[in-house]
């Protein structure tokens, strides 16, 4: 049984900053991809940023330059620092661990106000 466990989102002013931790527990394989997702209401489920187990990201165009997502491998936790928030940044953001089967958070709301 694999479980994410989310904390750190919360409410911030535009311009401020956040950090997401995600710690991933039970038999995951250790070659995998951990990631983040957003969903904003009325709009489907985008990726954010991903990182491979070597360490290689991927970020969606809205966040480059904004926000830096990271991984420590011994502890299977990854991490999201949002710096610059946005109102359009407003979301539930999800943890997602990828390898031979597909792992979700339960979801930390993240709201920017203007």
């Known amino acids: 049984q694999v479980r994410l466990v989310e904390s750190g989102g919360g409410l911030v002013q535009a311009g401020g900053s956040l950090r997401l931790s995600c710690a991933a527990s039970?038999?995951?394989?250790?070659?995998?991809?951990m990631g983040w997702y957003r969903q904003a209401p009325g709009k489907g489920r985008e990726l954010v940023a991903s990182?491979?187990?070597?360490?290689?990201?991927n970020y969606a165009d809205s966040v480059k330059g904004r926000f830096t997502i990271s991984r420590d491998n011994a502890k299977n936790t990854v991490y999201l620092q949002m710096n610059s928030l946005k109102p359009e940044d407003t979301a539930v953001y999800y943890c997602?661990?990828?390898?031979?089967?597909?792992?979700w958070g339960q979801g930390t709301q993240v709201t920017v106000s203007s």
């Open positions: 997602n661990v990828r390898s031979s089967v597909n792992y």
């Open positions: 039970g038999s995951i394989f250790r070659f995998n991809v």
């Open positions: 990182i491979t187990t070597g360490g290689s990201t």
